[in-house]
């Protein structure tokens, strides 16, 4: 039945009101550098259009917050990527009742296409911290933080942010795993960290207070044994493109799920390539990065992704119901 309810609801008309959108910058502290971000909420007035760098996409700019109580949705982004890669997911949701806070991770360079520090062993532990510290911010120092429920908190990552929630939501990755796999990329500066012994401090950062996740394409996924899964107990979403890419392996998310404590709400994705889970691309963003832009022939991602950006609202309105 709660499935059944999940597929009506994602056959149900969004609504019609514009996502407001904010700027933010959560405060360096003992536990990391500053990070830029941004929060869409839900807004009564007409739509507009909002530039941030390459990209227009539909919102109103520091627009009055409508609501009280509402769920928080947290992104977080692959590498090389950044806080409005996923800006379509964001809207949908903001439209639907849900703010949605998502930051640029620094220790992937803090902007864009910036993979200067990606491939550094301490990129594992220090994302899972980044989100810790996101969600401490908009629960205590964001302006609006008392419109927020704190019982009600979902997660969205893709790709190294899908490594990074399975990890948050209780995922403890068995690095003697990766240790293997780095004997095919001895090139990679984190296989050479290991390869002197560096490890990084077990367990990584998890945070009890996400009640639902939803990950795409979750790089590594495949040094998730069994053992290390036994901890998740929220409900899960999960998504596979069929032909992977950048250093995720076609099927070793469904082969990763089979090791869940509980079923999760796979979608296997005909056609798509890993990158066809960011938003469709404008013009000038096309032409500033045609390898993440260009879809495989017949693949129509406009039409894909208002299917999951519905699927996604569908999942949390099921699991992140009101305690009260």
């Keep these: 039945m709660r499935w059944l309810f999940l597929t009506l609801c994602a056959l149900l008309p969004l609504t019609a009101h514009a996502a407001g959108v904010r700027f933010i910058t959560v405060p360096a502290?003992?536990?990391?550098?500053?990070?830029?971000?941004?929060?869409?909420?839900?807004?009564?007035?007409?739509?507009?259009?909002?530039?941030?760098?390459?990209?227009?996409?539909?919102?109103?700019?520091?627009?009055?917050?409508?609501?009280?109580?509402?769920?928080?949705?947290?992104?977080?982004?692959?590498?090389?990527g950044w806080s409005f890669g996923h800006h379509d997911l964001a809207e949908t949701l903001a439209d639907a009742g849900f703010v949605v806070a998502a930051i640029d991770h620094p220790v992937d360079g803090g902007r864009a296409g910036d993979?200067?520090?990606?491939?550094?062993?301490?990129?594992?532990?220090?994302?899972?911290?980044?989100?810790?510290?996101?969600?401490?911010?908009?629960?205590?120092?964001?302006?609006?933080h008392a419109r927020i429920d704190p019982a009600r908190i979902g997660f969205f990552g893709f790709s190294r942010g899908g490594f990074t929630g399975l990890v948050l939501i209780g995922g403890n990755p068995d690095f003697d795993r990766l240790?293997?796999?780095?004997?095919?990329?001895?090139?990679?500066?984190?296989?050479?960290?290991?390869?002197?012994?560096?490890r990084l401090p077990e367990?990584?950062?998890?945070?009890?207070?996400?009640?639902?996740?939803?990950?795409a394409d979750p790089v590594l996924s495949r040094i998730f044994a069994?053992?290390?899964?036994?901890?998740?107990?929220?409900?899960?979403?999960?998504?596979?493109?069929?032909?992977?890419g950048d250093g995720v392996v076609p099927g070793e998310v469904a082969q990763m799920a089979q090791g869940l404590p509980a079923p999760a709400d796979l979608?296997?994705?005909?056609?798509?390539?890993?990158?066809?889970?960011?938003?469709?691309c404008g013009p000038d963003l096309a032409r500033l990065a045609a390898p993440i832009c260009t879809d495989k022939t017949g693949f129509?991602?406009?039409?894909?992704?208002?299917?999951?950006?519905?699927?996604?609202?569908?999942?949390?309105?099921?699991?992140?119901?009101?305690?009260?």
Aim: hydrophobic fraction near 45%; proline fraction near 10%; charge should be neutral.
């Design 267 to 280: 979608h296997v994705v005909k056609g798509a390539g890993h990158f066809d889970f960011l938003a469709p």
């Design 29 to 80: 502290d003992a536990d990391g550098p500053p990070m830029t971000g941004a929060v869409w909420t839900p807004c009564a007035a007409p739509v507009g259009t909002i530039k941030a760098g390459p990209i227009n996409f539909p919102g109103n700019k520091d627009c009055p917050i409508l609501g009280q109580h509402m769920p928080l949705v947290v992104i977080s982004h692959g590498v090389g």
């Design 226 to 244: 069994p053992a290390g899964l036994k901890a998740i107990a929220v409900p899960l979403q999960l998504w596979q493109s069929e032909y992977g």
């Design 300 to 324: 129509d991602r406009v039409a894909f992704h208002a299917e999951m950006n519905r699927a996604i609202l569908a999942f949390f309105q099921t699991t992140l119901v009101p305690q009260h």
């Design 115 to 144: 993979r200067s520090a990606a491939d550094q062993l301490q990129v594992w532990s220090r994302r899972p911290e980044d989100i810790r510290r996101l969600i401490d911010f908009m629960l205590a120092a964001w302006p609006d």
């Design 203 to 215: 367990p990584l950062p998890h945070d009890p207070r996400i009640r639902a996740a939803v990950l």
């Design 179 to 198: 240790t293997a796999i780095c004997a095919g990329y001895p090139h990679l500066k984190m296989c050479a960290q290991l390869r002197q012994g560096e």
